[in-house]
């Protein structure tokens, strides 16, 4: 069973510029699948197409069933995105609220994902008053408050240092392991798709098509012994070529 | 020698130190003070007659005396600066939403605002005042000045939303009504208060053009009105006091306006973050 799936999608600015495509692409229910690809490459906009925040010009996005629905997808922006007149839990809770379920399941939900990614003694605490991490986690938590299938991610840790962003690798694998959700991850980091995936898919500059896919045949559980470990820098020294590759290929011209 | 060179140079560095709190409040009442005491001193000493300018204990005198008179008429024109700035507050917000449902209605009357708006309204306060009743036409006049700085402030806090924010709330399928509450009247609510800062001192001004241009016709009751009829009769003190109280009350208008600003926005807006 599919989780996603992607028939020729294609994007086409207003303004004429091809900025995606076409791409076929399938996901299975429960993968942690990563788009990695050069900046401008579209990355972010097959994500949004699969969410429903953007259109495609041409061709279809099919999703399973619940994630059709409004609570069916989590996403994550690459900034934090979170309202900074609303304390931590009144963001946490946001998705809950819009989508009408006030119910005591839902509150009890928001304080165990709180809990989860760290953040209960700053429940009440107001965006600005945290870290970029902190924020982040918060995002996190958000996202996953519907229990969604699918998880998108747009870049969430790009912003953060490199300590914050490792750790909150280790935390995402974790919530992925206990929640079993559909990953897309977006980076452009070659060592963050590689730690993070099952599947590694490799996009061209612009126009972005899918240039090639990796399997990262990596036990799992994954943790910080992975990092360091020689399998992961042959693992990151394939996919890194295959980059070099795709951003010199450009569908057939020489970017 | 040497030493002495060193220290203007280390206070010049760092020009912009904060002023420690109390100072701060004290400094403005020190040069209040001094420019009185200046005032009054050079009335007295050059003996010039109150009929060309009172001192300023003669106006003290003067807004005691008269406390009776002036106060009534205060109340008279805070009520309309009061009316005028909730109808501007109103019609404001309410016309900013209005426009920003769909881009022609903002195309089709946003010209009208900025006409209304760049006309002086010491030009229409007379017209205003053939056409309404006196109360209602100083009403308006309030609401003609203060309405546009609330509107256009509405306007571009309404357009700042955070674009993640919007697909956010449109992933999840939020109502308009949701959107509205939720999302762009929170994130307009730091324009819309900077508006309201604006809006508050204007209607007075507002209330006040259209006093004066009601008291050159011989009629009212504002304190604007008191300040005409002072001239009329030559009494110069009476309309320093009068002009006293109007200072006052658009100081207390603005701070109120700033300490709801400040409450309201404390907990996340950067304008009202304290210094540190």
Same mark, same amino acid.
């Given at each position: 069973m599919?989780?996603?799936? /992607?028939?020729?999608?294609t994007?086409r600015?207003?303004?004429g510029?091809?900025?995606?495509g076409p791409?076929?692409?399938e996901i299975?229910?429960g993968?942690?699948?990563?788009?990695?690809?050069?900046?401008? /490459?579209?990355?972010s906009?097959?994500?949004?197409?699969?969410?429903?925040?953007d259109?495609s010009s041409?061709?279809?996005?099919?999703?399973?069933a619940?994630?059709?629905?409004?609570?069916?997808?989590?996403f994550v922006?690459?900034?934090?995105?979170?309202?900074?007149w609303?304390c931590?839990?009144?963001?946490?809770?946001l998705?809950l609220?819009l989508t009408?379920d006030d119910s005591?399941a839902g509150?009890?939900?928001?304080?165990e994902?709180?809990?989860?990614?760290?953040?209960r003694?700053?429940?009440?605490?107001y965006?600005?008053?945290l870290?970029?991490?902190m924020?982040?986690?918060?995002?996190?938590?958000?996202?996953?408050?519907?229990?969604?299938?699918?998880?998108?991610?747009?870049?969430p840790f790009?912003a953060?240092?490199?300590i914050?962003?490792?750790?909150l690798?280790?935390?995402?694998?974790?919530?992925w392991r206990?929640?079993r959700?559909?990953?897309?991850?977006?980076?452009?980091?070659v060592f963050e798709s590689v730690?993070?995936s099952?599947?590694?898919?490799?996009?061209?500059?612009?126009p972005?098509?899918i240039?090639t896919e990796?399997?990262?045949?990596?036990p799992e559980?994954?943790?910080?012994s992975?990092r360091?470990?020689?399998p992961y820098?042959?693992? /990151?020294?394939e996919?890194s070529?295959?980059?070099?590759q795709?951003?010199v290929?450009?569908?057939?011209?020489v970017a | 020698?040497?030493?002495?060179d060193r220290?203007?140079a280390?206070?010049?560095s760092?020009p912009d130190?904060?002023?420690p709190?109390?100072?701060?409040v %004290?400094?403005p009442?020190i040069?209040?003070?001094?420019?009185m005491?200046?005032?009054?001193?050079?009335v007295r000493?050059?003996?010039?007659?109150?009929y060309?300018?009172?001192?300023?204990?003669?106006? @003290?005198?003067?807004?005691?005396?008269?406390?009776?008179?002036?106060f009534a008429?205060? %109340?008279t024109?805070?009520?309309?600066?009061?009316e005028?700035?909730?109808?501007?507050v109103?019609?404001g917000?309410?016309?900013?939403?209005l426009?920003?449902?769909?881009?022609w @209605?903002?195309?089709?009357?946003?010209?009208?605002?900025?006409? %209304?708006?760049?006309?002086?309204?010491i030009?229409?306060?007379p017209?205003?005042?053939?056409?309404?009743?006196?109360?209602l036409?100083?009403?308006a006049c309030a609401?003609?000045?203060?309405f546009?700085?609330v509107?256009?402030?509405t306007?571009?806090?309404?357009?700042? @939303? =955070?674009?993640?924010?919007?697909?956010?709330?449109?992933l999840? =399928?939020?109502s308009?009504?949701?959107?509205?509450?939720?999302l762009r009247?929170?994130?307009?609510?730091?324009y819309i208060?900077g508006?309201?800062r604006?809006?508050g001192?204007l209607?007075?001004?507002?209330?006040?053009?259209?006093e004066?241009?009601?008291?050159?016709a011989?009629?009212?009751?504002?304190l604007?009105?008191?300040?005409?009829?002072a001239g009329?009769?030559l =009494?110069?003190?009476?309309?320093?006091a009068?002009?006293?109280?109007?200072?006052?009350?658009?100081?207390?208008?603005?701070a109120?306006?700033?300490?709801?600003?400040?409450l309201?926005?404390?907990?996340?807006h950067e304008?009202a973050?304290e210094?540190?």
């Amino acid at each position: 069973m599919m989780a996603i799936s /992607c028939k020729s999608v294609t994007r086409r600015y207003a303004n004429g510029t091809e900025a995606l495509g076409p791409v076929d692409l399938e996901i299975r229910e429960g993968e942690f699948v990563s788009l990695l690809g050069p900046s401008g /490459c579209g990355k972010s906009t097959l994500l949004r197409i699969i969410a429903g925040l953007d259109a495609s010009s041409t061709g279809s996005v099919a999703v399973g069933a619940h994630a059709r629905s409004s609570r069916g997808i989590g996403f994550v922006f690459q900034e934090p995105t979170l309202m900074p007149w609303a304390c931590v839990r009144d963001n946490v809770r946001l998705p809950l609220r819009l989508t009408g379920d006030d119910s005591p399941a839902g509150r009890t939900r928001v304080d165990e994902l709180l809990g989860r990614v760290g953040l209960r003694e700053f429940a009440e605490a107001y965006p600005r008053e945290l870290s970029g991490g902190m924020r982040m986690r918060a995002s996190l938590a958000r996202a996953l408050v519907t229990d969604p299938d699918i998880l998108l991610l747009d870049e969430p840790f790009a912003a953060l240092d490199e300590i914050t962003r490792f750790r909150l690798n280790d935390d995402l694998l974790t919530l992925w392991r206990d929640l079993r959700k559909t990953v897309v991850f977006v980076t452009h980091s070659v060592f963050e798709s590689v730690f993070l995936s099952q599947r590694v898919i490799v996009m061209t500059a612009r126009p972005g098509r899918i240039f090639t896919e990796h399997r990262i045949d990596a036990p799992e559980p994954r943790d910080e012994s992975f990092r360091t470990s020689a399998p992961y820098a042959g693992f /990151c020294r394939e996919v890194s070529a295959l980059l070099g590759q795709a951003s010199v290929a450009d569908g057939g011209r020489v970017a | 020698m040497m030493g002495q060179d060193r220290e203007p140079a280390r206070a010049m560095s760092q020009p912009d130190r904060p002023l420690p709190k109390t100072l701060r409040v %004290l400094l403005p009442v020190i040069v209040f003070a001094l420019l009185m005491g200046i005032w009054e001193a050079t009335v007295r000493l050059r003996g010039i007659p109150p009929y060309i300018l009172p001192a300023p204990s003669l106006i @003290v005198q003067t807004l005691v005396k008269d406390w009776g008179i002036l106060f009534a008429s205060l %109340l008279t024109t805070l009520r309309s600066t009061l009316e005028g700035f909730l109808a501007a507050v109103v019609g404001g917000v309410g016309l900013a939403l209005l426009f920003s449902r769909a881009r022609w @209605v903002e195309d089709a009357f946003l010209p009208y605002a900025v006409i %209304l708006q760049v006309t002086p309204v010491i030009a229409i306060a007379p017209l205003l005042l053939v056409y309404l009743p006196q109360h209602l036409a100083v009403v308006a006049c309030a609401w003609i000045v203060a309405f546009f700085p609330v509107l256009s402030n509405t306007l571009l806090g309404l357009k700042s @939303v =955070d674009r993640n924010l919007a697909g956010l709330f449109t992933l999840y =399928d939020a109502s308009p009504a949701q959107k509205l509450w939720w999302l762009r009247l929170p994130s307009a609510l730091p324009y819309i208060m900077g508006g309201l800062r604006i809006a508050g001192g204007l209607s007075l001004i507002g209330a006040v053009v259209a006093e004066i241009a009601a008291g050159s016709a011989g009629s009212g009751s504002g304190l604007a009105f008191r300040i005409a009829e002072a001239g009329y009769r030559l =009494d110069i003190p009476r309309m320093f006091a009068a002009l006293a109280l109007l200072s006052a009350a658009g100081i207390v208008i603005y701070a109120g306006l700033s300490a709801a600003s400040y409450l309201v926005l404390r907990h996340w807006h950067e304008s009202a973050m304290e210094g540190d």
